[in-house]
């Protein structure tokens, strides 16, 4: 049986999305003869937990921990909240600290690619004696944070294993980059290690077309698509819930914030009464400021119930109960090839799944192969309230249902055995 070693800084009882992927590929790897030994931090500054996640480790797995030095340790003493935060990526642009500002040029700046740079010498040093010991000819990092993959780069210039390295989210395409404040220099230094992790690199694997062309204009390395997935029981039965009920699972980032939506459903409100009656809108996870405030301007804060983070077993079950599943993206060129991983367990859920995003994102094709739902761009009015008002007369006979198809490419064992072919 191959081993492999992967590289991670997400594992439980982080929470969140992050953690998900190869907590999953590291379960089903060894049923396509692939060995995983997992390499985490013994003390990370994770943004969220969940606890829960601990049973889902596979109780055979062989882990290795190194402490970890994170500035961000540091600068909680100074404000929790806003370090925990910005750690989360929840960035708000308006009405910015004279600390929050600080923070944003002291993280973009000094801490290239990030603020778990620190973790990289010592690892290396520490799993050289591993990679010996172990027998282990091949290593893959992934990322966020993309200073493991530097961690890679130094194994494969000292031990020359084979590196595959994983993107779950872009580098210096992604939404948030720009709003850390980099000067030039910084901008340079970070373009320079993409283009050095990616041209070292033997493979690279990406979660959207839209990352691999991108990638395609830096290097020639062989790059392969594997998105994230589910990896649920295959039941799906659950009570409905009895309100109209639009749910969001997942942090809902200061961007991503649809104000069509929320006019739609003003007007839907203010000229139906059955509607207004039954309409609820949950949000399970964190909720930026300006969409909370974007609710109330549209008179809609007495339809809200803001539920926050949940373990991960609750939150599917928020996913199976709504009538409706809510999947917004930012409205911005750079996000086209964001593929959400709760996305994966929508399609699992089967419920309709009401899309907002950019003009030419990625999901709107997967979402209309699959029959899942429906997508509109940020200026969409009349079809999305006719959808939703079509939605909300099926519900009201009972009849709201989604008959998807193709969903099975998305399961986590089908998606493991692309990896451990391409390994």
Known sequence: MKKVLVITYYWPPAGGPGVQRWLKFVKYLPDFDVNPIVYVP??????????????????????????????????????????????????????????????????????????????????????????????????????????????????????????????????????????????????????QLERKVLNTADKIVVTSKTTKHEFEQITSKPIKVITNGYDLPESTSASLDKKFTISHIGSMLTDRNPINLWKVLRELVRDNPDFKSSLELNFVGVVGENILNSIKEYGLEKHVNVIGYLPHDQAVEYQLKSQILLLVEIDSQETVGIIPGKFFEYLWAK?????????????????????????????????????????????????????????????????????????
């Not at 989604?402 to 451990?420: D, N, V």
């Open 42 to 191: 013994e003390n990370p500054h994770y943004p969220l937990t969940d606890d829960s996640l601990m049973d889902e480790v596979p109780k055979d797995i062989k882990c290795y921990k190194k402490p970890i030095f994170e500035p961000y340790g540091l600068a909680s003493f100074l404000s929790g909240k806003k370090t925990k935060r910005i750690s989360a990526g929840v960035i708000t642009p308006k009405n910015q600290s004279l600390l929050e500002r600080l923070m944003l040029w002291v993280r973009g700046n000094l801490f290239i690619p990030d603020a778990r740079k620190f973790w990289v010498k010592p690892s290396v040093r520490f799993l050289g004696n591993i990679l010996r010991d172990e027998g282990i000819d091949t290593v893959i990092t992934t990322g966020p944070p993309h200073s493991l993959h530097l961690i890679g780069l130094k194994l494969k210039q000292v031990h020359n294993v084979q590196w595959v390295a994983d993107f779950r989210d872009p580098w210096t395409s992604i939404g948030y980059h720009k709003k850390l404040k980099l000067s030039s220099v910084s901008q340079r230094q970070h373009k």
């Open 351 to 423: 419920r309709p799944i009401l899309g907002i995003g950019p003009s030419g994102w990625e999901v709107a094709d997967m979402i209309t192969e699959t029959k899942s739902g429906k997508v509109f761009d940020y200026t969409a009015h009349s079809e999305l309230k006719n959808v939703i008002l079509n939605w909300f007369e099926s519900y009201k006979g009972q009849s709201l249902t989604i008959s998807s198809q193709h969903i099975e490419k998305y399961s986590r064992q089908e998606l493991t055995r692309q990896l451990a072919e391409y390994i």
